[in-house]
């Protein structure tokens, strides 16, 4: 489910508890891939689940406009301070896994500016909750486990699962302190990270919509998130280079949909027969 979610959203994963809970899911699985339906077109081939990714699209979709988006709407209503500060609180927090995944792709340098950034965050930040260290000129990095099999040369797979689920579920859950509280702390931090997120990509709302086809739209856009992350490249700001990803995504999806059939012109008014020459005059 978490690759088609927005760009640049990392997965969002509860563990499950029970048998029962793995059936029931199960179950609605299948559901939602007989519903699912392919339009028509030629087959992306880095997207071979595409009907079952199409049911969680809609699935999302839907429990996105009558649940998260009208949360992630009120919260932007708060001061906005206090979102600078949750969102500061879980960037922070979460840091360990960018460490763990410096060291394991022999980021050193990054490793100890990444380790001297979460401690300086974290004490005269005041648990995360304000960000000195960029002030005073530390470099912020993102990695995550997909990413560090990327950089081993580990091919990304199908869509949706394989290399970055495979991180999302090992070494990057282990590293994320916050999966050490009990339950129904770490619930409720997953939930106000959720609508966190949500909100800061509701400006992205009106481009998502706009596109013919919007799950191809986040699928292109999400997949040059994770190679942009994979091979590298430097962007001034996260926004810019969300922007820039959604501008990039836009154009794959125009190209690589079957585009509604467009009305012939009509065809131009017939040019009037020139006036018949008049015979010269008699001598």
């Given at each position: 489910m978490t690759a088609t979610m927005p760009p640049l959203l990392a997965p969002l994963v509860l563990p499950m508890r029970s048998t029962t809970q793995i059936s029931l899911?199960?179950?609605?699985?299948?559901?939602?891939?007989?519903?699912?339906?392919?339009?028509?077109?030629?087959?992306?081939?880095?997207?071979?689940?595409?009907?079952?990714?199409?049911s969680f699209y809609n699935f999302n979709d839907v429990l996105d406009r009558h649940i998260v988006k009208p949360t992630a709407k009120g919260y932007t209503?708060?001061?906005?301070?206090?979102?600078?500060g949750v969102h500061n609180f879980f960037d922070n927090i979460n840091y360990p896994i960018t460490i763990v995944n410096d060291l394991l792709q022999g980021q050193v340098k990054a490793f100890f500016s990444d380790i001297g950034r979460f401690v300086?965050?974290?004490?005269?930040?005041?648990?995360?909750l304000f960000d000195p260290a960029t002030a005073a000129g530390m470099d912020k990095n993102n990695r995550d486990f997909g990413q560090t099999?990327?950089?081993w040369g580990v091919p990304k797979g199908p869509y949706v699962v394989v290399r970055d689920g495979i991180g999302a579920a090992t070494v990057d859950y282990y590293a994320n302190p916050?999966?050490?509280?009990?339950f129904w702390v770490s619930t409720s931090l997953w939930l106000v990270r959720g609508v966190d997120r949500r909100a800061r990509l509701l400006p992205l709302d009106a481009t998502i919509q706009s596109a013919y086809d919007p799950y191809?739209?986040?699928?292109?856009?999400?997949l040059q998130n994770r190679d942009f992350m994979v091979t590298g490249g430097q962007s001034s700001t996260e926004?810019?280079?969300?922007?820039?990803?959604?501008?990039?995504a836009g154009q794959d999806e125009t190209e690589g949909t079957v585009q509604p059939p467009q009305k012939p012109p009509p065809p131009p008014p017939p040019?009037?027969?020139?006036?018949?020459?008049?015979a010269p005059p008699k001598p």
């Open positions: 899911l199960s179950l609605c699985l299948l559901l939602l891939c007989a519903c699912a339906t392919l339009p028509p077109g030629k087959r992306d081939p880095r997207d071979p689940w595409e009907r079952m990714n199409r209503h708060l001061p906005r301070p206090v979102q600078t300086f965050n974290t004490t005269v930040g005041l648990g995360g099999l990327g950089k916050t999966n050490y509280t009990k191809a739209f986040i699928r292109n856009a999400y926004e810019e280079q969300e922007q820039k990803l959604m501008e990039e040019e009037s027969a020139p006036p018949p020459e008049s």
